[in-house]
T-cell receptor, first 114, second 112 residues
Framework: KAGVTQTPRYLIKTRGQQVTLSCSPI?????VSWYQQTPGQGLQFLFE???????NKGNFPGRFSGRQFSNSRSEMNVSTLELGDSALYLC?????????????FGQGTRLTVV | GIQVEQSPPDLILQEGANSTLRCNFSDSVNNLQWFHQNPWGQLINLFYIPSGTKQNGRLSATTVATERYSLLYISSSQTTDSGVYFC??????????????FGKGTHLIIQP
């Protein structure tokens, strides 16, 4: 059974640009959550999508957005990139909600903003 | 929001030693998972254990939900056990779904 696939694995962008990250969940999983990991803040919840609807969002500015398609694949977009957006972005797939069913993570996308 | 504290923050052991990692959380939870983050950043699932005890080879975990803590035991440590171990919890408040809240992790180094 295929795991969670994130693309691309690495990205280098310039301040002010925008970026789109992709996450394909485990087949049959309807929930996709996104997390940001930085050395200073650790792992922080960005948002969760379930059946194409955003369920909740963490404490991040509106520059961070996402969507989920009918096949459960999800994309995350960050506009007007700032140096502080440099981080490892992880996506998690779960059968039900991320808070109460087991979550499985992809390999992550490492974003560097210069 | 819910608070998750992991201890110790750093642990250095010799190969073959046993270790216990602790996770304290501030509220009742519906989901508790232990992860090992590999050198490439991926979070590897170790246990899904909102309550009770589970074992998988040299690793075992216990969650005492009523006392709001979980323990991860690693026996006969190997150098490949090195890395960061995270505890993450989920709390369903009934108002909608939310994500996992992570502790800051325990950085484990196993020396040969």
């Amino acid at each position: 059974k295929a795991g969670v696939t994130q693309t691309p694995r690495y990205l280098i962008k310039t301040r002010g640009q925008q970026v789109t990250l992709s996450c394909s969940p485990i087949s049959g999983h309807r929930s996709v959550s996104w997390y940001q990991q930085t050395p200073g803040q650790g792992l922080q919840f960005l948002f969760e999508y379930f059946s194409e609807t955003q369920r909740n969002k963490g404490n991040f500015p509106g520059r961070f957005s996402g969507r989920q398609f009918s096949n459960s694949r999800s994309e995350m977009n960050v506009s007007t990139l700032e140096l502080g957006d440099s981080a490892l972005y992880l996506c998690a797939s779960s059968l039900g909600g991320a808070r109460d069913t087991e979550a499985f993570f992809g390999q992550g996308t490492r974003l560097t903003v210069v | 929001g819910i608070q998750v504290e992991q201890s110790p923050p750093d642990l250095i052991l010799q190969e073959g030693a046993n270790s216990t990692l602790r996770c304290n959380f501030s509220d009742s939870v519906n989901n508790l998972q232990w992860f090992h983050q590999n050198p490439w950043g991926q979070l590897i699932n170790l246990f899904y254990i909102p309550s009770g005890t589970k074992q998988n080879g040299r690793l075992s975990a216990t969650t005492v939900a009523t006392e709001r803590y979980s323990l991860l035991y690693i026996s006969s440590s190997q150098t490949t056990d090195s890395g960061v171990y995270f505890c993450a919890v989920g709390l369903y408040s009934g108002g909608g779904a939310d994500g996992l809240t992570f502790g800051k992790g325990t950085h484990l180094i196993i020396q040969p």
